[in-house]
């Protein structure tokens, strides 16, 4: 406290009336003085936990013990409108183990998530290639690249559903048709189906992706290139070995970022089908989350359901871990 | 970006006395490749992807539900939108004006509070000397790598014992903080509050939370604002969850044209594009207001990454 006269003598202290110049403080304004550091000890030493206390709290309440769980859950036979109707252990996973269902959900997200981010990733690094020379209304397309990512993924699903449409009326088909080719069983047939589904998680991603990428290249340092003209790379060779060496890190970070969300595909496969959480009338775009809601609202198994969202769950923990694991390989060959 | 707006004037000259010996590497220390007829017409293509799929959905919406299945495709706006919307606002199945509204508070209420707490948590990291700090921190961090959706069922069993299951608070309170919030706005505060400043407003007598409401708010005004937008277009966007937990009688927009695309009857292609363009309209009001701010804060977060 006797710091803080020293540091705001222009203004008048409210204790003393008078508010003369410094004068030997009395009792009554040494009591307040040691209150007001006590409080003020109270404050520096609580305020920071009470900072962090809403973060953790709401997190905790709604995203950790939700996860937490949902092992318990698994563990039980629980329905919608029974509840919790007893302890049964394994069975839950013994019978994902023979669903059929379960490893067709499995197949159709890898299947998915491979034909979507692997174009995407190698898109991406070729437009932020693109956008990294000198142009005219860099900043327009730059724009341009977030445009898909900034707009409702439901309403463009939509959009897309049409697009790609029934046998006949997509425009697509339509456009096929008018070259002379066969149209194509979007919904019908499985890998066609992938296909669409893939179309619509690239409009959106491939140029968020990139902008991530031409920002990296941005920084890379200017005379690595020099050095590697001088010696007379061509620009092919300085992209495939500069380039994308350098932006290894930035490379497994897109990677990483994409697996946890793909694996948890839903609102686009949702949308393109109309029966539902099905996926097509043979399941053939269901994914494991499509199945996670079929058993939750449709067969009002949530046992079921939570057993299916736990092994989702070890999934994505586990291909997250072979990506550091690669990470680190990668870089001790170095 | 810097880079680019003030090494543009060098190069401009240079290139042009030393082309016979040095075209390729353009020129000198600031090393940018001009842009060949090539690379113009990959970003027209680019562009005209992008744009076109949500051209065309504003199109069926102005036109008949016929316009969707026409080839080629129409590309000039109709005189039927105002008729959509009409009987987009009266449909049954879709409640969407309630869609709307719902998705407007909760849209702006998650990111008030996401902007609250996760820069009051961030700047207790950044600024605030406290035992556990480096724990915490690192906790923070690890919360933005765990899938929560994946909870899904037990949250709605959560949502039960609480009484919101279809109430609106279920696709608010869930969401209210954020990890990527947390670790943003901590960066944030290390950046650009200097230490001297909070001593001295210290040595003012502020409280904590004084010092944080009148030094620290006021600085972190620019990053809040990115916050905010990134926050609101997410939960805007939000799908899975409100599908989970809301009923067709009380929906978030995106809900309520969920319902038109699952429409028992024949599909109404206009009615469902005149939804999806409400879907999208704030989301594009954001990206012509604040398309830049966003350009560049995704490019400034890959280079931490």
Redesign the interface.
Same mark, same amino acid.
Request: hydrophobic letters at 60%; glycine letters at 6%.
């Given at each position: 406290m006797t710091s803080l006269q020293h540091g705001a003598p222009p203004s008048p202290s409210p204790g003393s009336p008078d508010g003369a110049g410094p004068r030997p403080p009395g009792p009554r304004e040494r009591a307040r003085a040691r209150r007001s550091e006590m409080l003020s000890k109270l404050d520096t030493r609580t305020s920071p936990y009470l900072f962090i206390t809403p973060f953790f709290l709401l997190f905790g309440v709604f995203g950790l013990f939700p996860l937490l769980y949902t092992v318990w859950v698994s563990l039980h036979d629980w329905s919608l409108i029974g509840g919790n109707e007893g302890f049964t252990g394994l069975d839950n996973y013994v019978r994902l183990v023979g669903d059929e269902k379960f490893w067709n959900a499995l197949y159709n997200t890898l299947g998915i998530f491979v034909i979507a981010v692997v174009p995407q990733l190698l898109l991406a690094l070729l437009l932020a290639d693109t956008l990294n020379r000198r142009i005219r209304f860099a900043n327009l397309f730059r724009m341009t690249l977030i445009l898909p990512y900034i707009t409702s993924i439901a309403a463009l699903a939509i959009v897309f559903s049409v697009v790609f449409g029934g046998e006949q009326f997509g425009l697509i088909n339509q456009l096929l048709t008018a070259l002379g080719l066969d149209p194509i069983a979007w919904q019908g047939d499985r890998y066609w189906s992938w296909a669409a589904i893939a179309t619509m998680i690239d409009w959106r991603w491939t140029g968020y992706n990139a902008l991530i990428y031409l920002a990296a290249m941005q920084s890379i340092p200017k005379d690595v290139y020099e050095a590697a003209d001088l010696d007379g790379a061509s620009r092919m060779r300085q992209f495939a070995q500069i380039t994308v060496p350098l932006l290894r890190p930035t490379i497994i970070f897109t990677v990483i970022i994409s697996t946890i969300g793909q694996m948890q595909l839903f609102t686009e496969p949702t949308i393109f089908g109309t029966n539902g959480y099905g996926g097509g009338n043979q399941g053939q775009f269901q994914t494991v989350m499509m199945l996670v809601f079929q058993e939750t609202f449709d067969y009002q198994n949530f046992g079921y359901a939570a057993a299916v969202s736990w092994v989702l769950f070890l999934i994505v923990v586990v291909m997250g871990l072979i990506n550091v694991w690669l990470t680190s390989r990668i870089k001790g060959a170095e | 970006m810097t880079?680019?707006t003030t090494g543009?004037p060098a190069?401009a000259h240079a290139p042009q006395r030393r082309r016979p010996q040095s075209r390729?590497?353009?020129g000198g220390?600031?090393?940018?490749?001009?842009?060949t007829p090539l690379?113009?017409f990959?970003?027209l293509l680019?562009?005209v992807?992008?744009?076109f799929?949500?051209w065309?959905?504003f199109v069926v919406a102005t036109r008949t539900t016929t316009a969707?299945?026409q080839?080629p495709?129409a590309l000039v706006p109709g005189g039927n939108f105002f008729a959509n919307v009409e009987r987009l606002f009266a449909n049954t199945s879709a409640n969407f004006t309630t869609g709307m509204l719902n998705s407007v508070i909760a849209s702006t209420s998650v990111a008030v509070s996401v902007v609250f707490?996760?820069s009051?948590?961030g700047?207790?990291?950044a600024k605030?000397?406290?035992k556990g700090?480096g724990f915490?921190t690192v906790?923070?961090v690890v919360?933005m790598?765990?899938?929560?959706?994946?909870?899904?069922?037990?949250?709605? +069993?959560?949502m039960d014992w609480l009484g919101w299951r279809g109430e609106l608070q279920s696709v608010i309170?869930?969401?209210?903080?954020s990890?990527f919030g947390?670790f943003m706005m901590r960066q944030y505060v290390l950046q650009t509050i200097p230490d001297d400043l909070m001593e001295a407003a210290r040595?003012?007598?502020c409280?904590?939370?004084r010092i944080?409401w009148s030094v620290v708010l006021p600085a972190l005004r620019p990053a809040m604002v990115v916050l905010a937008l990134l926050t609101f277009?997410q939960t805007?966007?939000e799908?899975?969850w409100a599908?989970?937990v809301l009923t067709p009688e009380n929906p978030t927009v995106?809900f309520s +044209?969920?319902q038109l695309?699952?429409s028992a009857f024949a599909r109404d292609?206009a009615l469902?594009?005149t939804?999806?363009?409400f879907?999208?309209l704030p989301?594009?009001i954001?990206?012509f207001v604040f398309?830049?701010q966003?350009?560049g804060r +995704?490019?400034?977060?890959? +280079?931490k990454?």
């Open positions: - | 880079a680019t543009r190069p390729r590497r353009g220390l600031r090393r940018m490749r001009q842009a690379t113009y990959a970003l680019t562009f992807l992008s744009v799929p949500l065309w959905m969707a299945s080839f495709p707490f996760c009051l948590a700047f207790a990291l605030l000397k406290f700090r915490f906790a923070v919360t790598a765990v899938p929560v959706q994946i909870g899904l069922v037990p949250l709605l +069993i959560l309170v869930p969401f209210m903080v990890g947390v040595i003012d007598g409280s904590t939370f944080y277009m805007w966007n799908f899975i599908l989970a995106q +044209i969920q695309n699952q292609f469902m594009f939804g999806a363009t879907a999208t989301l594009l954001i990206f398309g830049r966003l350009v +995704i490019m400034e977060g890959a +280079i990454a």
